[in-house]
């Protein structure tokens, strides 16, 4: 059960649940890309350096590998959901981190989107609380404009 249900009071509902757009392996993404190319290029220029090939592919791919599994493992335990009268962003697997802000609390809700983030459709979601003093910011989260509009409507 995922932690904002767990925590929903009475009469209060999910409106919108954010998760974490892919581009969270980026990093992956890049090591798998430079590794296939330098081994293509090594498997073209030195076809009989066996060894160079093997370490290469061994190095990018353990790479690849361990950032993969880092990003898919922050992008299973983060959370972001936006109830009927709450704003909740947490990460939790053994400790807990958890943010919450009533909804009469949201004095603003902004979106940062870069060119990538416009085209991709990602973005950074912070919301500002009466006074300024408490914030939540969540970056790299999918569909920004829909979770946004999901505060400011009600």
């Known amino acids: 059960m995922s932690y904002a249900k767990s925590v929903l009071q009475p009469g209060e509902t999910i409106v919108a649940i954010g998760r974490l757009?892919?581009?969270i392996y980026r990093w992956a993404i890049l090591f798998l890309v430079i590794g296939v190319a330098l081994v293509w290029l090594e498997q073209f220029y030195w076809p009989d350096h066996d060894r160079l090939i093997a370490i290469s592919t061994l190095v990018f791919g353990a790479c690849f590998l361990a950032v993969f599994l880092y990003a898919w493992f922050i992008r299973w335990i983060t959370?972001?959901?936006v109830t009927t009268k709450r704003v909740i962003a947490s990460r939790i697997f053994i400790s807990?981190?958890?943010?919450e802000m009533s909804m009469d609390k949201v004095e603003t809700v902004d979106v940062d989107q870069s060119v990538l983030g416009r085209i991709l459709g990602y973005g950074t979601?912070?919301?500002t609380g009466t006074g300024g003093t408490n914030n939540i910011e969540q970056k790299f989260?999918?569909?920004?404009?829909e979770l946004r509009n999901?505060?400011?409507t009600k």
């Open 125 to 127: 979601l912070r919301v």
């Open 79 to 81: 959370e972001f959901a």
């Open 21 to 23: 757009h892919w581009i």
């Open 150 to 152: 999901a505060m400011i």
């Open 141 to 145: 989260l999918a569909a920004p404009f």
């Open 96 to 99: 807990r981190t958890t943010e």
